[in-house]
Nanobody, 121 residues
Framework: QVQLVESGGGLVQAGGSLRLSCAASGLAFSAYAMGWFRQAPGKEREFVTAITWSGAAVVYADPVKGRFTISRDNAKNMVYLQMNSLKSEDTAVYYC??????????????WGKGTLVTVSS
């Protein structure tokens, strides 16, 4: 049974930082690209960032470039999202996903349940 469990969400002031973690189990983690998506209240889910199985390539959505950093540790089956210079528009539920590619239209096969990030202005 595949499980992706996000953690690290919470309330932070604008300009602050948070680090999200995603623990994966039940899959060949190092064979999958990993991504983060988010869904703000009243909006559709959107792509944030993704990283290839080896970590050699990453892709970021324009709104988070230069502020967010994705990384992974294949030995620990973990993927991370370091979020700096947070803005109120970053408020959303953040989802971890595992799939076959990177990018907004990648085929993501497995999803976590999400962790809420709230940025106060």
């Amino acid at each position: 049974q595949v499980q992706l469990v996000e953690s690290g969400g919470g309330l932070v002031q604008a300009g602050g930082s948070l680090r999200l973690s995603c623990a994966a189990s039940g899959l060949a983690f190092s064979a999958y690209a990993m991504g983060w998506f988010r869904q703000a209240p009243g909006k559709e889910r959107e792509f944030v960032t993704a990283i290839t199985w080896s970590g050699a390539a990453v892709v970021y959505a324009d709104p988070v470039k230069g502020r967010f950093t994705i990384s992974r540790d294949n030995a620990k089956n973990m993927v991370y999202l370091q979020m700096n210079s947070l803005k109120s528009e970053d408020t959303a539920v953040y989802y971890c996903a595992a799939g076959l590619g990177v990018g907004p239209r990648a085929d993501m096969r497995y999803w976590g349940k999400g962790t809420l990030v709230t940025v106060s202005s």
